[in-house]
């Protein structure tokens, strides 16, 4: 199943300038806070910590409302925190989506804040405003606020074959689908073809529109998407890539189920390059 697309709460914006009742919500005893670091969490043993009724801490972002009315709020983790990895605790299997999702919000907007505590315009201390979601300059009067990077993903095909390449820093017998960041000025479409045609040196036609995905490291918008491939003679960008190759569809669905014969393999299910493969596999 696809991580972080899953978030139970109810972003509540109109409360985001409306500091009185914030506040009452931040003092409720149901008020639920979820602290991280970097790329890590706050856990209680194996599992995210919920810190319920606490203090309120000096930057804290409203996250929204959940379902049972609670208010829920990110803030930074001490260092003195008991951390693990959200990326990890994705891979156990044992945090509830709806609260994985949760996490993916407050690790890309407390990422934001942890990097923005000077302005880019003049260098003066900036402070947050908007319950988290915008912060403001008071030398210069610039108002920042929190970023996402789409990066669009790409299963190419060419009737009954796939192409999919590898990073050399994965995993062994690992393949995926193509990615790469939106560049200033360009479509989706654009980046995709360029993307494709960078890495492998196959030039794209139609391209559709999949699903997309949150990926939180640090604050990624996967656009997932399926294109046909006009040309089929592959060069490999090794400074981008170290492979890139057709395969079958029968391969592809092997490689997504770990069966097939040379053990190469396709990215885990909760990524959304998972989902492409098996779209343009035909599953
Ligand atoms: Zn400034």
């Known amino acids: 199943m696809l991580a972080y697309v899953s978030s139970p709460l109810n972003r509540a914006h109109d409360l985001r300038i409306r500091n009185e009742e914030l506040s009452a919500l931040r003092r409720r005893p149901d008020c639920v806070v979820v602290r991280v670091r970097g790329d890590q969490v706050e856990v209680d043993g194996d599992l995210p910590r919920r810190n319920v009724g606490a203090a309120a801490e ?7 409302l959940a379902e049972d009315g609670a208010p829920w709020f990110a803030a930074r ?8 990895p959200l990326r990890g605790l994705m891979l156990a299997g044992i945090v509830d989506h709806g609260l994985l999702s949760i996490l993916a919000q ?8 942890e990097r923005h505590g000077f302005c880019a315009n003049c260098g003066s201390a900036t402070a947050i405003r908007d319950a988290g979601y915008r912060r403001a300059c008071a030398a210069c009067g610039a108002e920042h606020f929190p970023r996402t990077d789409p990066v669009v993903i790409i299963a190419v095909t060419h009737g009954e074959r796939i192409l999919l390449g590898r990073q050399a820093a994965w995993a062994e017998g690992m393949y995926s689908a193509l990615a790469g960041f939106c560049e200033p000025g360009e479509t989706i479409e654009q980046a995709a073809r ?17 699903a997309s995905q949150p990926w939180p490291f640090p604050s990624s918008l ?3 998407l399926i294109g046909e491939a006009a040309t089929t ?10 492979d890139a190759r057709w395969f079958s569809r029968e391969e592809a669905r092997h490689m997504l189920t770990r069966s097939h014969p040379q053990g190469l393999h396709a990215s885990h299910p909760y990524a959304i390059a ?7 596999a035909g599953l």
């Open 58 to 64: 000096e930057e804290e972002v409203f996250l929204g």
């Open 77 to 84: 983790a001490p260092e003195s925190a008991s951390l693990a």
């Open 106 to 113: 407050a690790r890309s907007i407390i990422h934001w804040h």
């Open 194 to 210: 360029r993307e494709v045609f960078e890495e492998a040196g196959i030039r794209v036609g139609d391209i559709r529109y999949i």
């Open 222 to 224: 996967m656009i997932g």
């Open 233 to 242: 003679e592959i060069t490999v960008d090794t400074s981008e890539i170290q």
């Open 274 to 280: 998972h989902a492409l493969i098996a779209a343009a």
